[in-house]
């Protein structure tokens, strides 16, 4: 589908961001640890994706039951990335990053830790719900249910935004100074996220869309030889083609 054959009520398809490249750290500021980094990168696409949705399906056609799968099949996938995500950080990352905190900063972390269970268990909530919202729009196809889908995406977006926000402003910045890229490879060798090959190339490319060169080179560093094989081969042109199927427009990058 392209931009031209979905009424629309904005004059151009929403488009994240254009990636940039970090600004030159000063010698002072503290060097990012691997598992910040990609926890921002995580905060940037799922942020970026829900507010898309919402966007795209604010004008979407009605009745048209191929783009209204194509919508709630993308809304389906950025919940069940989040929601692997706040598994991971709970069970794995934040009791990791508590073992490692000296005992002088140890109460403020619990602290900032307890914050985000409660921050996030709502928000999961709500992804599960956007589910629901999402299988109904699929069902009714008409204006009332698809605007209920995207009032609930830029509603959650909402919640992410300040949550992701808080977390990168307590929690990061202990993981910047405590947590070491060995205890986070350790994590991430663990993980497993139950996604199919072709999903995992697209959160790949979703992730590295609008990164900034170190990210970049981060994310394709940490992921497996064969994944990075593919991603060249011919992930980033699938990758492509999935967007401007659901955007109706290419990536940023």
Do not use: K, N
């Amino acid at each position: 589908m392209t931009a031209t054959a979905v009424r629309s009520f904005s004059p151009t398809v929403p488009r994240p961001r254009r990636p940039v490249d970090a600004a030159p750290v000063s010698t002072a500021a503290p060097v990012r640890s691997r598992a910040a980094a990609y926890q921002r990168v995580l905060h940037q696409l799922v942020r970026r994706e829900l507010r898309t949705l919402a966007d795209l399906a604010g004008w979407a056609p009605d009745g048209e039951c191929a783009r209204t799968g194509t919508l709630g099949c993308h809304a389906g996938l950025v919940s069940r990335v989040l929601l692997h995500h706040h598994a991971v950080e709970r069970e794995a990352l934040w009791p990791a990053l508590l073992r490692a905190v000296p005992d002088a900063e140890r109460a403020a972390a619990e602290t900032a830790v307890s914050e985000w269970t409660l921050a996030c268990s709502r928000i999961d909530a709500r992804l599960r719900d956007l589910d629901t919202t999402a299988r109904q729009w699929a069902v009714a196809g008409t204006a009332p249910a698809r605007l209920a889908f995207a009032r609930a995406c830029r509603a959650l977006a909402d919640d992410v935004d300040a949550q992701t926000t808080a977390e990168e402003e307590t929690l990061l910045p202990l993981l910047d100074r405590h947590l070491t890229d060995a205890g986070w490879t350790a994590i991430s060798r663990t993980v497993r996220c139950g996604l199919p090959a072709r999903q995992r190339l697209l959160v790949l490319g979703l992730a590295l869309e609008d990164a900034c060169a170190g990210d970049r080179a981060r994310l394709l560093h940490g992921v497996p030889r064969g994944t990075r094989l593919a991603w060249r081969l011919y992930g980033e042109g699938r990758f492509r083609a999935s967007v401007v199927r659901l955007r109706g427009a290419p990536p940023a990058a």
